[in-house]
């Protein structure tokens, strides 16, 4: 049910009621949450509920053994009896798997003398269940396919009003349901009591954490609270002894299950965080920091402060020809490895493994003017993409995905896709499948064409094409994530005619990717994606502007967008005077926030500065450090065990360089 759909129903409602029956509802319409109702005024725990902390978020787990957590519904209505005819109902829950046919309760309303229910939610599994008495009737209803009980906190938004139920899962696309009866106006509460987490008796008692149940009469929650950058943990209204995280439990509260409480420290390079990981802690030797893993990601606990002081060369990095593109990635139990995207096919493009402190020549690949590579994992297999700009001597345009054998500790050649002068490849995942996205630059002499997003076929072990989307001159993509929803946006540098032309971002709805908003750029390269403090940034570089003229100017802004949620659309943030910018690479440093352009040529020279910009809050980002570079095309930012690092590739040279961030 539609937002609109339901304020435009609540608004009638209200008018008729209130012009025919002088209506006055039985409560205030303000949230009304049903978790202090069950806690002392103190906001202590009683005995009965235990305080957990997972996953960076508290919740309440109800005792089986300690009586049931409830409170009259006199306490909610106070100027009369009845239920609110037009509500919605936010929860926030933890559930671990439970059996395929067992259900458990969230709430009910039960009537005292006969035990009857008046009111209930229950989940199962992959169900969520809402059950109404209405005038001598129990109505049962059923939504599937939802997904609770996965060791996950999830936010629910349960909106009804009188024929229709609507259900939003963490801020996601709401699903719609037409009841076979109305919701009762009038179901009378009187003489009965709300049970958290259960019915009045042993059978479906909850077993997860509940962190929010708030009753909102008269109205639809979901715009009050969604969008949100933390979709899953979305508040309407919380409990404060739950919206205060410790760094160390008190006498009442545990961090994690027994069960969980068993951690061991890990020392070195940046570990991986999954479920398997989850309590685990982290020491980074390198920023002297205390983290702990949430299966999400590593939260940090305790952390010295580090600061840039100034930036040093460290490598000449010698590379088999110009280079166009970097791609640091780390093979688990091998080591830290660099890949380069080499004009040349002789001897092609090069591999190169961190050791002993540089970068040593490793192995070499075969490539056609490679432009980039792409480093991905689907489950326990790792793959390398290189998106090929030019035909191979057999006239054939193709670009190649590799895989690593853990017997040969080689990458060798796994499928190949074909490709027209690709620029880049793209790799992410959406509810739980991988994809893959070319950007193809031209076909001949026609920049107009298709780029192409390919879907890993779990059965065939192979890509394939699963959606085509029209691009000109396309030159990157990237992929991001805000809260549920899934974007990709393509840089599109020309249309056979000007560099002047729209970049594009997709919203992933419905299985593919729709437009969501157009953006005017001018020979755009790349496009840079960064999230803090609750907000989400978007940094194209642009490289030029050119038009049927045939006059060129290279010293023109790039431009930093911010994701404005309220009106969900980025608009411009600051603009910085770049110079044929071909790369923007974010990077964190202790506290601070810093980008860094690859400013490649200015119309005369290859011989430039790129900038290191500080983000400085009210002033967005200033320059702080200018290096010396020549024909830069990328960037890339890395760690090891003992110090940070800035990488930087050349299209003009067959050197790279290493430069080490000196810190204080």
Same mark, same amino acid.
């Given at each position: 049910?539609?937002?609109?759909?339901?304020?435009?129903?609540?608004?009638?409602?209200?008018?008729?009621?209130?012009?025919?029956?002088?209506?006055?509802?039985?409560?205030?319409?303000?949230?009304?949450?049903?978790?202090?109702?069950?806690?002392?005024?103190?906001?202590?725990?009683?005995?009965?509920?235990?305080?957990?902390?997972?996953?960076?978020?508290?919740?309440?787990?109800?005792?089986?053994?300690?009586?049931?957590?409830?409170?009259?519904?006199?306490?909610?209505?106070?100027?009369?009896?009845?239920?609110?005819?037009?509500?919605?109902?936010?929860?926030?829950?933890?559930?671990?798997?439970?059996?395929?046919?067992?259900?458990?309760?969230?709430?009910?309303?039960?009537?005292?003398?006969?035990?009857?229910?008046?009111?209930?939610?229950?989940?199962?599994?992959?169900?969520?269940?809402?059950?109404?008495?209405?005038?001598?009737?129990?109505?049962?209803?059923?939504?599937?396919?939802?997904?609770?009980?996965?060791?996950?906190?999830?936010?629910?938004?349960?909106?009804?009003?009188?024929?229709?139920?609507?259900?939003?899962?963490?801020?996601?696309?709401?699903?719609?349901?037409?009841?076979?009866?109305?919701?009762?106006?009038?179901?009378?509460?009187?003489?009965?009591?709300?049970?958290?987490?259960?019915?009045?008796?042993?059978?479906?008692?909850?077993?997860?954490?509940?962190?929010?149940?708030?009753?909102?009469?008269?109205?639809d929650a979901t715009s009050r609270i969604c969008p949100t950058l933390n979709p899953?943990?979305?508040?309407?209204?919380?409990?404060?002894?739950?919206?205060?995280?410790?760094?160390?439990?008190?006498?009442?509260?545990?961090?994690?299950?027994?069960?969980?409480?068993?951690?061991?420290?890990?020392?070195?390079?940046?570990?991986?965080?999954?479920?398997?990981?989850?309590?685990?802690?982290?020491?980074?030797?390198?920023?002297?920091?205390?983290?702990?893993?949430?299966?999400?990601?590593?939260?940090?606990?305790?952390?010295?402060?580090?600061?840039?002081?100034?930036?040093?060369?460290?490598?000449?990095?010698?590379?088999?020809?110009?280079?166009?593109?970097?791609?640091?990635?780390?093979?688990?139990?091998?080591?830290?490895?660099?890949?380069?995207?080499?004009?040349r096919p002789v001897p092609g493009s090069g591999i190169y493994k961190w050791t002993?402190?540089?970068?040593?020549?490793?192995?070499?690949?075969?490539?056609?003017?490679?432009?980039?590579?792409?480093?991905?994992?689907?489950?326990d297999k790792i793959f390398l993409a290189v998106a090929n700009f030019e035909k191979?001597?057999?006239?054939?345009?193709?670009?190649?995905?590799?895989?690593?054998?853990?017997?040969?500790?080689?990458?060798?050649?796994?499928? *190949? /896709?074909?490709?027209?002068? @690709?620029? =880049? %490849? #793209?790799? &992410?995942?959406?509810?739980?499948?991988? $994809? +893959?996205? !070319?950007?193809?630059?031209?076909?001949?002499?026609?920049?107009?064409?298709?780029?192409?997003?390919?879907?890993?076929?779990?059965?065939?072990?192979?890509?394939?094409?699963?959606? *085509? /989307?029209?691009?000109?001159? @396309?030159? =990157? %993509? #990237?992929? &991001?994530?805000?809260?549920?929803?899934? $974007? +990709?946006? !393509?840089?599109?540098?020309?249309?056979?005619?000007?560099?002047?032309?729209?970049?594009?971002?997709?919203?992933?709805?419905?299985?593919?990717?729709?437009?969501?908003?157009?953006?005017?750029?001018?020979?755009?390269?790349?496009?840079?994606?960064?999230? &803090?403090?609750?907000?989400?940034?978007?940094?194209?570089?642009?490289?030029?502007?050119?038009?049927?003229?045939?006059?060129?100017?290279?010293?023109?802004?790039?431009?930093?967008?911010?994701?404005?949620?309220?009106?969900?659309?980025?608009?411009?943030?600051?603009?910085?005077?770049?110079?044929?910018?071909?790369?923007?690479?974010?990077?964190?440093?202790?506290?601070?926030?810093?980008?860094?352009?690859?400013?490649?040529?200015?119309?005369?020279?290859?011989?430039?500065?790129?900038?290191?910009?500080?983000?400085?809050?009210?002033?967005?980002?200033?320059?702080?450090?200018?290096?010396?570079?020549?024909?830069?095309?990328?960037?890339?930012?890395?760690?090891?065990?003992?110090?940070?690092?800035?990488?930087?590739?050349?299209?003009?040279?067959?050197?790279?360089?290493?430069?080490?961030?000196?810190?204080?």
């Amino acid at each position: 049910m539609s937002t609109l759909l339901l304020i435009c129903m609540l608004l009638y409602s209200r008018i008729t009621n209130s012009v025919v029956r002088g209506w006055k509802p039985c409560t205030d319409l303000l949230p009304l949450d049903f978790l202090a109702k069950i806690l002392p005024a103190n906001g202590v725990a009683p005995t009965g509920i235990r305080m957990v902390q997972d996953q960076g978020a508290r919740g309440f787990h109800l005792s089986t053994s300690q009586g049931s957590p409830s409170f009259p519904a006199s306490h909610l209505f106070i100027s009369c009896d009845f239920f609110p005819e037009e509500f919605s109902i936010v929860i926030t829950m933890k559930a671990s798997r439970i059996a395929s046919k067992k259900n458990e309760y969230i709430f009910t309303v039960v009537e005292e003398d006969s035990n009857k229910l008046l009111l209930g939610l229950q989940y199962s599994q992959d169900k969520l269940h809402f059950m109404f008495w209405n005038y001598g009737v129990r109505n049962h209803i059923t939504f599937r396919s939802v997904k609770l009980a996965d060791n996950q906190w999830h936010t629910l938004i349960l909106a009804v009003s009188g024929l229709y139920a609507s259900l939003t899962v963490d801020c996601g696309i709401p699903v719609d349901l037409v009841l076979h009866r109305p919701f009762p106006a009038h179901l009378n509460t009187k003489g009965s009591r709300f049970h958290i987490g259960n019915r009045r008796r042993l059978k479906g008692l909850f077993s997860g954490l509940l962190r929010q149940l708030v009753l909102l009469p008269g109205s639809d929650a979901t715009s009050r609270i969604c969008p949100t950058l933390n979709p899953k943990l979305a508040i309407l209204s919380v409990p404060q002894v739950l919206l205060y995280l410790p760094i160390k439990p008190s006498e009442n509260e545990v961090l994690k299950y027994p069960e969980e409480a068993e951690a061991r420290v890990i020392l070195g390079s940046h570990p991986p965080c999954t479920k398997k990981q989850a309590g685990q802690l982290w020491f980074d030797t390198l920023r002297r920091g205390l983290y702990i893993c949430d299966s999400q990601g590593w939260v940090t606990m305790l952390q010295a402060k580090q600061r840039l002081d100034y930036v040093e060369e460290y490598q000449d990095f010698y590379t088999n020809s110009e280079t166009l593109d970097i791609e640091i990635f780390e093979i688990p139990s091998v080591g830290l490895f660099a890949a380069t995207a080499n004009k040349r096919p002789v001897p092609g493009s090069g591999i190169y493994k961190w050791t002993n402190g540089k970068f040593e020549p490793y192995q070499n690949i075969t490539t056609y003017q490679a432009q980039a590579w792409k480093y991905f994992t689907i489950d326990d297999k790792i793959f390398l993409a290189v998106a090929n700009f030019e035909k191979n001597e057999r006239n054939q345009e193709y670009s190649v995905i590799y895989k690593w054998s853990r017997r040969r500790l080689k990458f060798s050649s796994y499928q *190949t /896709i074909e490709s027209h002068s @690709a620029r =880049d %490849w #793209e790799a &992410f995942q959406i509810e739980g499948e991988t $994809f +893959l996205a !070319v950007a193809n630059h031209r076909q001949g002499g026609n920049h107009n064409i298709d780029s192409v997003v390919y879907k890993w076929n779990p059965g065939t072990q192979l890509f394939e094409a699963n959606q *085509t /989307i029209p691009t000109s001159g @396309a030159y =990157d %993509w #990237e992929f &991001f994530t805000v809260g549920p929803y899934s $974007f +990709l946006v !393509v840089a599109n540098s020309f249309n056979g005619s000007s560099t002047r032309v729209y970049s594009k971002i997709y919203i992933w709805l419905g299985g593919m990717f729709r437009l969501f908003q157009s953006i005017m750029t001018f020979g755009a390269t790349d496009w840079e994606v960064f999230q &803090f403090e609750g907000r989400v940034f978007l940094a194209v570089a642009n490289s030029q502007k050119y038009d049927k003229t045939g006059q060129s100017s290279y010293a023109i802004n790039s431009t930093i967008y911010e994701l404005n949620i309220t009106a969900q659309i980025f608009v411009r943030f600051q603009d910085i005077s770049t110079y044929s910018a071909v790369d923007w690479e974010f990077f964190t440093l202790g506290e601070d926030k810093f980008l860094v352009v690859a400013n490649s040529y200015d119309g005369k020279s290859y011989s430039l500065n790129s900038v290191i910009y500080r983000w400085q809050g009210y002033e967005g980002f200033v320059p702080v450090h200018r290096l010396p570079t020549f024909g830069c095309t990328d960037w890339e930012k890395f760690n090891t065990t003992d110090s940070s690092y800035l990488i930087y590739s050349s299209a003009r040279a067959d050197i790279s360089k290493v430069l080490k961030l000196k810190t204080y």
